[in-house]
């Protein structure tokens, strides 16, 4: 159940960071809203994950992963540029959160 909250953590970060570049600087209501609630109920959810996942695990994969993901959504969707450093800047997040998996954060 953890990780369901974990995934659920990350989703709403995810949403809210996607939300707040449509913001404007926070002058545009909604989107400065959407922003606003995705981060609370994503501290929420990781605070819940944190009763069974130890938080080294938890944060780091809370991180990465959200990490990851605005940076792949920054390329796919808001014309971000592919290169061969944030292609292996974000490899190495990835591979950072399966090293903690494997024994760092336990």
Do not use: C, D
């Not at 990490?67 to 591979?95: N, P, R, Y």
């Amino acid at each position: 159940m953890g990780y369901l909250l974990l995934a659920g953590a990350i989703a709403a970060e995810v949403a809210a960071t996607t939300a707040m570049k449509y913001s404007e600087g926070f002058s545009r209501l909604l989107p400065s809203l959407l922003t606003a609630f995705g981060y609370l109920l994503s501290f929420a959810l990781l605070a819940q994950t944190l009763k069974t996942v130890s938080v080294g695990t938890a944060y780091a994969i809370w991180a990465g992963v959200g990490t990851a993901a605005i940076a792949t959504i920054g390329i796919l969707f808001m014309g971000e540029g592919m290169t061969a450093t944030k292609a292996a800047g974000i490899a190495l997040i990835i591979v950072g959160v399966v090293v903690l998996n494997l024994g760092g954060a336990h």
